[in-house]
């Protein structure tokens, strides 16, 4: 019958029509797949996971030099004399605890080991870092003398902190590591610039 035939017709075209949307569908399906495996990709290999044995050293020494002067700077607390020393000291404390957490991520993400102690990793000296015994001193000391000393021991200790910072400039590979040691070059000197000026009314 014609009205059977035209429905029959119009069946086939429905039909047909299903079948190219399915497959346009399964295309752009595809398409989506391919493009969330890309940014599976480019997530793995974004920049906290791209390193090199600098990026590594960087932090496992950076760390324990970190923590030194976190704990000269909880030194400050109670035994600095000066306010502007006091408000520095917190600042270098906030700043490096600050800087150490996100290290230690780093080090995670790599699946390398922390640092243990002050020793630095695997025996490696790190410059400006205080000896047991300037540590003892500024523990020993207070008031005015502390001032001084936690002044002239920090530039040290800073400089030192510059140094390594540099060499991960130069040599480093992932980029947030290399951020933050131009992060810590430039802050660092802006504070020995800070306690050089300190020094001089101490």
Request: glycine residues 6%; negative net charge.
């Amino acid at each position: 019958m014609p009205v059977t035939a035209f429905a029959a017709h119009r069946i086939a075209l429905s039909a047909a029509a299903a079948l190219g949307a399915l497959a346009l569908l399964t295309a752009c399906g595809a398409d989506t797949a391919t493009t969330a495996g890309s940014g599976g990709r480019a997530a793995a290999t974004r920049p906290s996971a791209t390193f090199n044995e600098a990026d590594v050293r960087f932090a496992q020494q950076m760390i324990p030099h970190h923590e030194q002067a976190v704990d000269m700077a909880e030194l400050a607390e109670t035994r600095a004399a000066d306010p502007e020393v006091k408000e520095l000291a917190a600042t270098i404390k906030s700043t490096q605890a600050a800087e150490i957490a996100l290290m230690r991520r780093w080090l995670h993400a790599w699946s390398r080991p922390e640092p243990s102690g002050h020793d630095g990793h695997a025996g490696h000296p790190m410059p400006g870092m205080l000896s047991d015994q300037q540590m003892a001193e500024l523990e020993a000391a207070s008031g005015a003398r502390f001032d001084r000393l936690f002044a002239q021991l920090m530039i040290a200790h800073h400089k030192g902190a510059i140094e390594m910072a540099r060499t991960e400039q130069r040599e480093g590979a992932n980029p947030e590591a290399v951020k933050l040691a131009k992060d810590i070059e430039r802050g660092q000197q802006a504070e020995i610039d800070q306690i050089e000026r300190l020094l001089k009314r101490l």
